[in-house]
């Protein structure tokens, strides 16, 4: 079983940063890809980044491209999501989560396609 430990949420305001963190324990060795995930309050859950677990290839969604960047922590194996120039609408609940095997290309980017997830670390950004 994969446990996943999300942190780093915060209040900040508009155009600060934030740098989000997923704790991975359990069986992570089949792992193929990492993403982060968020929702907002009366919205669905909607994919923000998504990473291979070997580093590469990555997937954004259109509005954080060029904003968020997400990456492999080598030492923890862990994917963390640095979020700069934040703005009032990347206000949501971020979800760390993670798939074994994926036969597809890059990269799995719908809730339904992850397997394992975290319980989410709030993001709030003020105007």
């Known amino acids: 079983q994969v446990q996943l430990v999300e942190s780093g949420g915060a209040s900040v305001q508009a155009g600060g940063s934030l740098r989000l963190s997923c704790a991975v324990s359990?069986?992570?060795?089949?792992?193929?890809?990492m993403g982060w995930f968020r929702q907002a309050p009366g919205k669905e859950r909607e994919g923000v980044a998504a990473?291979?677990?070997?580093?590469?290839?990555?997937r954004y969604e259109d509005s954080v491209k060029g904003r968020f960047t997400i990456s492999r922590d080598n030492a923890k194996n862990t994917p963390d999501l640095q979020m700069n120039n934040l703005k009032p609408e990347d206000t949501a609940m971020y979800y760390c989560?993670?798939?074994?095997?994926?036969?597809?290309?890059?990269?799995?980017?719908?809730?339904?396609?992850?397997?394992?997830w975290g319980r989410g670390t709030q993001v709030t950004v003020s105007s």
């Open positions: 989560a993670a798939v074994g095997y994926w036969r597809g290309g890059c990269c799995p980017f719908r809730p339904h396609e992850y397997d394992h």
């Open positions: 359990g069986s992570s060795v089949n792992l193929s890809y």
């Open positions: 990473i291979a677990t070997s580093g590469s290839p990555t």
